[in-house]
């Protein structure tokens, strides 16, 4: 069974920051590529950032400049530092990643946390 487990979220003020970790767990043998999407209410699920396997990173047009994404392949966590945080970030924040599962590709995601940005 794999697992992926988000931290990190919470209530900020414009302007501020936050750093989000997810950490895969469980029988598999290689992770592909990284990703975090979020879903405001009312709206779709979107993609945030991904990082491939070799560190080459994609972001939304959206959070360039004020979001990085990074991984830490020793520790299976991937991270989100968010900065310059305003309030149309709030959403609930989704961690994702492909994994190698008993030689068969898996889709993995994690529960959510949420991110509120409000004065």
């Known amino acids: 069974q794999v697992q992926l487990v988000e931290s990190g979220g919470g209530l900020v003020q414009p302007g501020e920051s936050l750093r989000l970790s997810c950490a895969a767990s469980g029988s598999f043998s290689r992770i592909f590529n990284m990703a975090w999407y979020r879903q405001a209410p009312g709206k779709q699920r979107e993609l945030v950032a991904l990082?491939?396997?070799?560190?080459?990173?994609n972001y939304a047009d959206s959070v360039k400049g004020r979001f990085t994404i990074s991984r830490d392949n020793a520790k299976n966590t991937v991270y989100l530092q968010m900065n310059t945080l305003k309030p149309e970030d709030t959403a609930d924040y989704y961690c994702?990643?492909?994994?190698?599962?008993?030689?068969?590709?898996?889709?993995?995601w994690g529960q959510g946390t949420l991110v509120t940005v409000s004065t």
């Open positions: 990082i491939t396997s070799f560190g080459i990173t």
């Open positions: 994702n990643a492909g994994l190698l599962v008993d030689g068969t590709p898996l889709n993995a």
